[in-house]
C-alpha cells in the first residue's frame, strides 16, 4: 500500500488497522530521519499495522519568517518516494497553515486521535517539538501519550564524524556544492526528477548534446558541474552522465538556473521523457569562457574526468 493524503482530515480513509505514525519534517529523508521512520515500520510489520508518516508543507518558516524561509531540499513528491521506499504504507502532507499552527501542545494529541481513530503508536527524533509556539517537547509527548492511553517512541539523533546528522548540515553542504558529502549523510544519491524540455541545442551544437531538465528546486546546489547518473523508464540501468546547473553565463544570459546533463554514451531519452538524475560528485563550478571554442574545450575535459571517475570506457 502506497497512499498519499494531503491532509489529516483527508488521512481519515485510512483502513482500520492500528497506525503507527512517525511524524516530522523529514525534509530530506536522511540517516537520522531513518532511525524514526524505520522503527515505525519495523513495529508496524511485527504487529499487522500501517506504517505512516506524517509530515507538513511548506515549511513553518514560511509563515513565521516569510523574509527568509528555509528552502526545503525536496519537494512532497521526491519525499513521498523516497518514505515509500523505506516500506511506509502510507504518508500524511499536513499544509502547515496559521490555524494548524494555532494547535497548542496540549490539544495536538487529542487532534491527532480526533482524525486517526485507531493510532496506536507515536514516533519521533528526540529534539521534536511541537505546538503553538513550540512549547511541546518529547516528556511532554511521553506524558500526554501516557495519559491517552498512546505509546510514544523517540529514536536519538545519529551522528557522522562527531556532528549530529541533520536538513541544515546537509542544506549547507548542497549549497556548497559538497555532493558526495551529502550524499554519506542522506544514504542515498541526491537526485532531480523531472520532464526533459525543448532547449536551444546549444550542447548539440558544441559536440556535447545535452537533456535539459524541467526541475526548479527551493534549494539550489552550488553552480557547476557534476558527475551523474540519469534513469528513466527507456533505459534498464542508470546511466552515466555530466552535468551543468547554472546560468550558463557563456552561451546564454539565463536569470534562472537550469540544470543540463551530457550522457556518455548512446542516449535512449528525449523532449518530454520523465528522467530522474543522481548527482555523485563536483567537478568544478561554473564560469564564464571567453568564447564558445573555449567552453568546448572544457566540456571535453569535463566528460573525460567524468569518464575516468566512472572507470570504464563508454562508447
Known sequence: MNASFSSLEQAGALPRWPLHLAIGMFDGVHLGHRAVIEAA???????????????????????????NPTRLIMPP?????V????????VIEQPFTLEFARISAEEFLPHLRQT???????YVGENWRFGRGRRGDVPFLVAEGRRLGLAVFSAPRVNLDGEPISSTRLRTLIREGDIAAANTLLGYNYFSEGMVVPGAHLGHELGF???NLGWEPELSPRFGV?????????SSAPLPAVANYGLRPTVASD????????????CPFGEG????????RFLRPERKFANPEELRAQIAQDVAAARTEFGRPII
Open 116 to 122: 486517526l481513530l485507531t493510532l496506536s503508536r507515536i
Open 273 to 280: 521523457d520523465p528522467i530522474t538524475v543522481e548527482w555523485l
Open 209 to 211: 548534446p545535452t537533456l
Open 255 to 266: 536569470t534562472h538556473p537550469r540544470l543540463e546533463a551530457h550522457v556518455l554514451g548512446p
Open 41 to 67: 515500520v519495523q513495529s508496524a510489520r511485527s504487529s499487522g499495522g500501517l506504517a505512516v508518516v506524517l509530515t507538513f508543507f511548506p515549511h513553518p518558516s514560511t509563515l513565521f519568517r516569510p523574509e
Open 83 to 90: 518514505l515509500f521506499q523505506l516500506g511506509v504504507d502510507a
Open 226 to 234: 557534476y558527475t551523474v547518473r540519469v534513469s528513466g523508464a527507456k
Open 77 to 81: 513528491a521526491a519525499k513521498a518516494r
